[in-house]
DNA sequence: ACCTGAACACCGTTCAAGT
DNA sequence: ACCTGAACACCGTTCAAGT
C-alpha cells in the first residue's frame, strides 16, 4: 500500500505535447536504436541525444530505463500478425501466428534478452494473446484449456527462437566468427561422436534452412500435441470454415 | 583467420597454480554472487573484491566479462540430471528431463537472461544434450530426428520457464509487488473479457501450482507430439525396459 | 607468472536550477 | 509544465608498473 502503482501500464502517459519530445517519440526511437544496436548498446544519453535533448530530459516521460524498455517490447508485440481466427482452421491460426512471431523475434532479437527480466503486461501482448485465444476456443478448447494452449504456443515459438539467437548475437558482435564457431563446436563434441556427426550434417546445410526445419520439426511435435489434448476432451477435429481441408497432413 | 580462436572453450584455463585465485574458484564464486544477487549486480569489481583481490586480476584468468558468464552458465547445466537412458522409457527420461531442467532455471534465473546472448557451447552443455539424445535413440527416433527431437525437448522447457523467470524478477526486484502485477493486469485486460476471467482463475490459485500445471499441459502436449513422429515414421511405441508400463496415460 | 592501481571512456539516476 | 547541467556512484577494460 505503500507506492500503489508503480507501473508504467497503470500510469497516465505525460501529455504528448507541443515539442518533439513525448513517450511515443521515445519508444520509437529507442526501438529504432535497439534494432540497429542492439540492447548493450542503448543509453539514455545516446537515446536523449539522438533526439536533440539532453540524456536526463527523457525522465520526463519514463521513470527509468526498464519502463523505456518495456514500453519498446510491448511496442514490437504489436508487430506480430495473428490471423483472424474466424476465417482459418486453428491449425493454420497457430502455424502462421508461430512462424510470424519467430520472424518477429529474429528481427528484434533485444526482445529475448527482455523476456527474462520482465513481463509480457502491455497493450500489445495482450491483443496478441487474445486473438490467440479466440482461435482456441474456436478449435474446441474450453476453460482453462484455452488458457494453457495459448501458453503453449508462445512458450514454444520463445524457447525455439531464443537459442538460435544466442548464436546470432555471438557472431554478429564478432565475438565469434561463424567458422571459429564451428572449430569450437567440433572441439568440444569430440567425446560425442553422434553428436558431431548430427552437428556436421546441419552445418553443412543452409544455416537458415537447418534452423526453419528444427522449428517445423517442433511445431509439427506441438500442433499433433494439442490434436491429442483435443481428442482426449472428445473434440472432433476439423472445427474450420473453409471446407478444403485446414489440416495439413502429417509428414 | 586474424584472430583463429577467441572462444572460452577453444582456450587451455590459465594454470590452476599456488595462490587462492584460479578460473575454477572465480567461476564458481561468479555463480555464487549471481545466484544470490542477479545478473545485473554483478560485476568484475565486486567479484574481485570477494575474491580478496583486485578487480583487474581476474583478467588473468578470463579475457572478458562475458566470457566468465559463459564459463558460469556452462558450470550450471552441469547440475541438470538427465536420468541414464537404459534405466527408463523415454517418456520418464523426458519428464524427467524437463522438470529438473526447469528446477535448475528457476533456482538461477540469470540462465534465461544469457541465453539469447551467447551459445550453450561448453562441455557440460554438450554432455547434458548427449544424454537426451541417447534417449531418443532409444525411444526409436533415428537420423537426424534424434538431434530434432532433443532440440524441441531443451527448447520446450526454457520456452515454458522464461516467461515465468520475468514475472518473478520483476517482483523479486521490488519494481511491482504481486498486488500491482494484478492490478496492473486486471487493468490492460479490462478489453479483453475471457482473459480477465482466465486470469482470476489462476490467480486464485497458488502461484506456483498455476505454472506447474502450465508446464504440464505443455509437456503433454509435447509428449503426445514426439509419440506421433514416431508413430509416422513406423516405430512402435512402449520401446522401454521396465515393463510395468512407462507411458503415462492421457488426462 | 601473477597481481596491482591509475586511468579512460563510459553508465543510470537525482536534483536544484532554469524557462 | 518541461528541460537542463552538474554531480554521484557506479561500470568494463587497458596498460604500464610492480613482485
Redesign the pocket.
Known amino acids: 500500500m505503500t507506492k500503489p502503482f508503480t507501473s508504467v501500464w497503470a500510469r497516465e502517459p505525460?501529455?504528448p505535447?507541443?515539442?518533439?519530445?513525448g513517450r511515443e517519440q521515445i519508444v520509437a526511437a529507442a526501438v529504432e536504436m535497439l534494432d540497429a544496436e542492439g540492447l548493450e548498446?542503448?543509453?539514455?544519453?545516446?537515446l536523449?541525444a539522438r533526439l536533440g535533448?539532453?540524456?536526463?530530459?527523457l525522465?520526463?516521460y519514463v521513470a527509468?530505463?526498464?519502463e523505456l524498455l518495456e514500453l519498446a517490447m510491448d511496442e514490437v508485440w504489436g508487430l506480430v500478425e495473428v490471423p483472424d481466427p474466424d476465417r482459418a482452421t486453428w491449425r493454420e491460426v497457430t502455424t502462421s501466428t508461430a512462424y510470424g512471431l519467430r520472424v518477429v523475434l529474429l528481427e528484434h532479437p533485444w526482445l529475448a534478452n527482455l523476456l527474462g527480466r520482465m513481463p509480457m503486461a502491455g497493450p500489445h501482448a495482450f491483443a496478441m494473446s487474445d486473438r490467440l485465444r479466440r482461435a482456441f476456443v474456436r478449435a474446441g478448447f474450453t476453460g482453462l484449456d484455452v488458457y494453457l494452449a495459448s501458453g503453449t504456443l508462445m512458450g514454444f515459438v520463445l524457447g525455439q527462437v531464443i537459442p538460435e539467437i544466442g548464436i546470432r548475437q555471438v557472431s554478429k558482435d564478432g565475438r565469434y566468427d561463424p567458422a571459429t564457431l564451428v572449430d569450437v563446436v567440433e572441439r568440444v563434441a569430440a567425446d560425442y561422436p553422434e553428436m558431431r556427426a548430427d552437428f556436421r550434417q546441419t552445418v553443412e546445410m543452409d544455416p537458415e534452412a537447418a534452423r526453419a526445419m528444427a522449428f517445423d520439426f517442433a511445431l509439427l511435435c506441438l500442433l499433433d500435441g494439442l490434436a491429442a489434448r483435443l481428442v482426449a476432451a472428445g473434440v472432433a477435429e476439423s472445427s474450420g470454415q473453409p471446407a478444403d481441408n485446414g489440416v495439413p497432413e502429417r509428414r
Not at 17 to 21: D, Q, Y
Not at 41 to 46: C, E, H, I
Not at 53 to 57: M, R, V
Open positions: 505525460r501529455r505535447r507541443s515539442s518533439g519530445l548498446s542503448l543509453s539514455m544519453r545516446k536523449g535533448a539532453g540524456a536526463t530530459s525522465y520526463w527509468n530505463k526498464d
